[in-house]
């Protein structure tokens, strides 16, 4: 396994920063929605507001933040830089954030309109995004470092997953805004979007980024050879299942069975992983990847839950805690390392070239701050307890429980408004940061010779 990046391959700071800072503004939207909507915002998932929470969430938050990061990590784990990168993103970070709005309005409101025009938006977003990075995914393939198949091969499916799921989802729209019969795809869009995207996506980053940044033991070899070609194919035979009539439905739910023991057998080992890390104090990144492995074990009696005729309300938990408590978490811990990351390396960056004076650069770097300083630990932790308390209580909203449902709303609202301050903040440093160098520079330039 690759256990070392290659950080000389990281893409301009506008790259994926972009996209991470869709984080804190989709929550923060989905936030007032559910404040605004109360009760009903967890009543149904089929109710309008729900699903334009599940768009903001799916779309905004997570995709969003996914699409950034792997740009990203393909290029300083895999040697795979993606052709034209700083024109792609000035047009499918604009695509993607307003057909995700175009998409929530048109459930809001039953507007056709939107429907449609979120599917040209998003399409498109997509399309661009996935075509360029296929390409350059075979452009670099024999340029690709040894020891990268165990975030490739997730990858790879990732992305196909990500196009059928775009796919069924576009038709799904479309045919709702030409008030059309919708197809019987909403199970496949559903399982190919959080399975197969978010979840074999996730689970590449685990295998070559926890080793690194949590310093644990890399997962066992079968695990990181097989796991990442068994979830596609479990996920190609549900869909065939789906589609087919006259099966009995308890093949379907074999299949869905072994899924769920795949996801709880990685998330399993994750956890064990982190708890016998080598730094014996947890990071608030640390913590947000516990919340997201927990939620993860906890989709076992939800999907029981679900099997044994419950299935509206256990359907809406298993969700919740998929998207927010799998996902979302996972999502929010990853910015505290990747952000100061990119904001300390762009800085240091700014004061490297060959002609500068090794005595200048001593100066310069007292005047950088340090990567653990650009959020600190007490402000991210802070932000995590607000996430935890604000995941719980989603699910004890979509499990019925009243009080929830008030609450998950303004708990939402915290958590993003903390974790917009504290990229802010983060930002603002490198800014200052940046001012100090060009000062210290302008001051040596006084200096006679």
Not at 412 to 424: D, E, K, P, Q, R
Request: with cysteine; glycine share 8%; charged share 10%.
């Amino acid at each position: 396994m690759q256990r070392a990046l290659d950080f000389d391959k990281t893409p301009a700071l506008g790259v994926p920063l972009p996209f991470l800072l869709n984080v804190p503004l989709f929550a923060l939207l989905a936030g007032l929605l559910a404040t605004w909507a109360g009760p009903e915002a967890l009543a149904s998932r089929w109710s309008g507001t729900t699903l334009a929470l599940t768009h903001l969430w799916t779309l905004g938050i997570l995709g969003s933040a996914m699409l950034g990061a792997l740009l990203q990590i393909l290029a300083v784990a895999c040697n795979v830089p993606t052709p034209g990168i700083r024109l792609l993103v000035r047009w499918v970070h604009p695509l993607l954030t307003t057909g995700t709005l175009l998409l929530a309005a048109g459930f809001l409101w039953w507007w056709s309109t939107a429907w449609i025009s979120a599917v040209l938006f998003l399409a498109s977003a997509f399309v661009l995004y996935l075509g360029t990075v296929a390409w350059g995914l075979w452009r670099h393939r024999q340029h690709v470092y040894r020891g990268a198949r165990e975030i490739l091969v997730p990858v790879r499916g990732a992305l196909a997953s990500l196009a059928l799921a775009v796919l069924l989802g576009a038709s799904l729209a479309t045919a709702l805004g030409l008030s059309l019969a919708l197809p019987d795809w909403l199970g496949s869009h559903v399982l190919w979007g959080l399975a197969g995207w978010g979840g074999l996506l996730l689970m590449g980053m685990t295998f070559q980024l926890l080793p690194i940044f949590q310093v644990t033991e890399i997962y066992p070899r079968p695990m990181t050879r097989w796991m990442p070609l068994l979830v596609p194919i479990l996920l190609l035979a549900w869909s065939a299942l789906e589609a087919t009539d006259g099966l009995p439905r308890l093949m379907r739910e074999a299949v869905e069975l072994i899924l769920l023991a795949a996801y709880v057998l990685w998330g399993a080992t994750t956890l064990q992983r982190l708890w016998t890390r080598k730094r014996p104090t947890p990071e608030a990144t640390t913590l947000f990847w516990y919340v997201s492995m927990l939620s993860l074990l906890a989709c076992a009696p939800l999907w029981i839950w679900l099997t044994h005729g419950h299935g509206t309300q256990a359907s809406l938990v298993l969700g919740v805690a998929i998207i927010v408590g799998v996902l979302g978490s996972a999502v929010n811990g990853m910015l505290y390392k990747i952000v100061p990351f990119l904001l300390w390396k762009h800085a240091q960056d700014s004061i490297s070239g060959p002609n500068r004076d090794p005595a200048m650069a001593r100066v310069y770097l007292k005047v950088l701050p340090k990567m653990a300083t650009y959020i600190g630990e007490t402000a991210a932790r802070t932000q995590w307890a607000a996430h935890l308390a604000m995941t719980l209580c989603w699910l004890l909203a979509a499990a019925g429980w009243q009080a929830a449902r008030h609450a998950a709303g303004p708990l939402l609202i915290v958590s993003a408004l903390l974790l917009a301050f504290n990229l802010g903040r983060a930002l603002l440093r490198y800014r200052r940061a940046l001012r100090a160098v060009a000062e210290a520079a302008a001051s040596h330039a006084r200096q006679p010779l």
